[in-house]
Structures are given as C-alpha cells and as structure tokens.
T-cell receptor, first 115, second 118 residues
Framework: AQSVSQHNHHVILSEAASLELGCNYS??????LFWYVQYPGQHLQLLLK??????LVKGIKGFEAEFIKSKFSFNLRKPSVQWSDTAEYFC?????????????FGKGTRLHILP | NAGVTQTPKFQVLKTGQSMTLQCAQD?????MYWYRQDPGMGLRLIYY???????DKGEVPNGYNVSRLNKREFSLRLESAAPSQTSVYFC?????????????????FGPGTRLTVL
C-alpha cells in the first residue's frame, strides 16, 4: 500500500531562514507528487506538483521541490521564509498503477515563522 | 466559478443524530472525494467517487455513507453520529486529464465543515 512520511511534525524558524521539509513515499512505480499548504482557518491549496520532466519543480510564493526517484523523496524548499509562510504543509502522492484516482496525504508539517 | 462548495460550514450534533454534508463542484470534474482532518493525523480519505454512479471506500469509511447524486454533487451522510466523528470534513474534486500519457490528479478543495458531536 502507498504511504507518505513527513519527517517533521513541527518546525519553528525565524524570518529569512532557509526551509527544507522532508517527504518520502513508499511506492515503486510511476507517481504524481504534490505539496499543499493550509493557512490557518483555510482549506488546502496547491503549492506545486510534479508529473514528469525536470525533477526540480517551482511553485507559488518562492517554493520549490526536488523529486529524487532513487530516494523516493520530494522535499520542499524555500531559500528565505516569511512570517506569512506560517501554515501547515502536506505532501501527497498519487500512484498511477491502475489509473487510481486516490491521493495519499502525509500527516502534515506545521511551520511557525517567528517575526 | 465558485470551485468546490460545502454546506454547512459548522454543525453541532448529539450522539446518535444523523446528518448529511453537501458538496458541489462547478469545474466539470469526474472525481470527487471526502476527507476528514484531525490534529496530527493529516487528511484521511473517507470515500471517493471516480465518476458519476461509482463510489469506493477510502481509508476510514466506517460510520459514513456517500451518494454521488450527479456529476456535480457528492454528499456524505452520518447515520448515527459518534463523538469520534468530531472533525473537520473536506470535500475535493479532481480531473483525470492526460498529458504525455500520464493522468493528472491535482485536487481542488472546498472550505470545510467543522463538525462537533457531543
């Protein structure tokens, strides 16, 4: 069965610090990969996605993620965080075997940026 | 476009009461989903519907039923609510397009329903 692991449950950073959130998945076939963000009191919004091609994906608000197939990883990065990045971040995976429409989410990483 | 809409936004039930959460999307998507979100648990899939007329169980289906009324609407029913069903419920939809032979599955989420069962 597919699963997604996010290594950090809570991360606290100061503004301008660099960010890297880890995500690993457990499926050996072809996958689609996503990072979603949930700002306080809001619903999930897509940050970025990887389907194919360049493994370094750029998303909104200066976020990027790198797909490393050999490590089954899709880590999220941002060079310099802002207070407004305070949110919960979810990694998600869709395995393409049998054209399954399910997307499996990680448990989330709560990011708190100190002003 | 309104995207994905959910009603109600908030609901308080007593144990044993029933209710239906409504979800509608206006993006002509084939697939629709119901998730629950609990602290530290991420999003857990309750049920999903890959197309009109079909539904499948997700990770945590017990205590819930769903109806895919038409392509736009996907409702979630709690027949006999329990305190363990206190949660935030999100509906989502997605489209299975094709690009270079791969299916596209970006999901669009509704605003959520905060349910408390006493």
């Amino acid at each position: 069965a597919q699963s997604v692991s996010q290594h950090n449950h809570h991360v606290i950073l100061s503004e301008a610090a660099s960010l890297e959130l880890g995500c690993n998945y457990s499926y050996g076939g072809t996958v689609n990969l996503f990072w979603y963000v949930q700002y306080p009191g809001q619903h999930l919004q897509l940050l970025l996605k990887y389907f194919s091609g360049d493994p370094l994906v750029k998303g909104i608000k200066g976020f990027e993620a790198e797909f490393i197939k050999s490590k089954f990883s899709f880590n999220l990065r941002k060079p310099s965080v802002q207070w407004s990045d305070t949110a919960e971040y979810f990694c998600a995976v869709n395995a393409l075997k049998n054209r399954d429409d399910k997307i499996i989410f990680g448990k989330g990483t709560r990011l708190h940026i100190l002003p | 476009n309104a995207g994905v809409t959910q009603t109600p936004k908030f609901q308080v039930l007593k144990t044993g009461q029933s209710m239906t959460l409504q979800c509608a999307q206006d993006m002509n998507h084939n697939s629709m989903y119901w998730y629950r979100q609990d602290p530290g648990m991420g999003l857990r899939l309750i049920y999903y519907s890959a197309s009109e007329g079909t539904t499948d169980k997700g990770e945590v289906p017990n205590g819930y039923n769903v109806s895919r009324l038409n392509k736009r609407e996907f409702s979630l029913r709690l027949e006999s609510a329990a305190p363990s069903q206190t949660s935030v419920y999100f509906c989502a939809s997605s489209e299975r397009g094709r690009s270079s032979g791969r299916a596209l599955n970006e999901q669009f989420f509704g605003p959520g329903t905060r349910l408390t069962v006493l």
